[in-house]
């Protein structure tokens, strides 16, 4: 299996409800240093995983809608929870749409798994793990 | 998949029986950076994998035992050498007791895997992976 | 020279006031990776530069006054946008306060200058140094 | 399962063919931080995954055979892109090589996977992970 | 004295001239990960040292001048070693050149140092610091 | 002004004399990952601070003094506290007698500043800086 990594980041304002989160119930914020893990079981005719100039504008792309905002007020979290791990799945996701629309070339086509990690501090970081 | 990870350290003197080790065959130590991983294939209602100030607690805690010690007078080791690999499990399986005891919250039961890293340099890593 | 360094961290939420900042003009946030070093040109009788672990608590007892929090919202901060450089500086000085109070031991006396830098992602950090 | 991983440097100069390339089809180089895993389910009587001096040793002789040259025109290589995936799975395959010839000790014959990442920068790596 | 750092990368080949390199005397390539540091005393009416966002991107235009190159062909470098300290004072002169001719704002006339540091491994960097 | 800066590491075992240091009294352990740093105003005829290749060595020779022992048995700390920055001051001075020795080359003699770090954790390290 190979695989193919980008790391961008984002910095974000947001809040969490629900006692478990102790001081992190006040608005504050993070800066998500972001990985996106790109996998496939054989490479392209070009000897790659995915150009790896597409994937890092895509991810780009992907943080510019959500970078420099205060979560709690976006609409597509409403009544979620914007932990690292919420928000891992949603850049997946997010990567996994872009993918199937042709955003990173039809040698994509060949992807099957997409890994996104949020680094939320030098000791703490999340990640979500899905099949194309 | 879904998982959080958590850092922290230990600071240990040891030595190893066996020609392999050249001279780590004399008493010599280690600073053990600890990354645990904590998996589960969905989230919980709060939208986390796990509470990240119970497990850093955990995590200091299992460490706790180990840290500032030379571990060749640890009864806990007798008869093993406390490889990188072996603390890596130790760890691990210290943290599952615990998780399995309730003191990672009631949450910490959907959790299906732990991976345990111990950095034992700028070079050299060594991991254990297991199921719950 | 001698110097020590230890690493902590904050989160917080924040916006800036004027053109230059771009989108950071909007609420966002930002994880802080606080590096704060101790400066001496000559060790103590310990042969040390400072208790590392009253640094660690005093350096984690400065950042608690501001993580988990919307610095907007913060009286200290009144009219002052609360850039990484701005940061930087507040930690410095209050660090000092600390020295000056003998939070730090007597030991810390001996100190000579501070320098403290705030890591805002994983390609950009401000440092702010000064004498005591 | 466990896995131990070290980790060295090779520094190379070549050029890519296919306009996906983009301006890396000029000559160009890379410092590729080098990191190879290596796995088995159980340890060895000396509580170890392998001879981390042994596998120290081999991978340095590994990247040996292609650090300080232009990839261009190395024969191994003609006709191929020597991506950071190619060369993830070139280096690998050779450090298999040297497995199965036993130059990593006999225990190393225990071993079930191995997994080679290369860093082509702070922002990018790639990686090939293959079973023994 | 405060300071702001941005971090960008460039990939290039050369050779170096001189028995005291051994086989770097062989066409070959590195990875430089560039930190460049803007000094001053004071901050400007925004509270910061530079604009972070004209300093990223005019790193990012000295970069673009040398990466994707094979630095033995470039006539600015003719009977040059491109070592990587002669690189780190290129960069930081290229850069002082642009804050001289107000690239950076007008508020980079308040700067009095820079520092650039240019990593070629994960065991090796560079750095070249001058007044402005 | 130009540095170059070389990293490599050493695992030791040491205890500490003095309440200060509380559990670190007892014996224990650390990996020490060691960044030697050599400066000069300016560069040498082949465009270098230093031979990096022999600065390579020789900090490589210091480290092997110290490496894999227990610090509290060798004579050379006999009465000291190998603390951090005790360490970071032997090494210094060790590779300045070497320098002075001409083991770092007769370029060497143009060095006049050498700062030896030392990473006792991910949240911990300390620096010694003299003059040649």
Redesign the interface.
Known sequence: ?????????M????S?Q?E?????Q????????VDATFRRPD?DD????V???RA?EQLRAVLGEL????LDDEPAFAG???????L??TVADRLVQRIEAGDL?V?ARGLTGITVTLH???????????AL
Chains 1, 2, 3, 4, 5, 6 share one sequence.
């Open positions: 299996m190979f695989s193919v990594t980008v790391r961008d980041h910095m974000i304002a947001h969490f629900g478990v989160f102790g001081p992190a006040r608005l504050h914020g993070a800066t998500f240093v490479l070009d000897g790659i995983v150009d790896i100039g890092t970078t420099y905002r205060n979620l929870n914007t932990t690292t791990e919420v891992a799945r070339g040698g939320e501090s030098h000791i703490a970081w999340a990640s979500y793990d899905r």
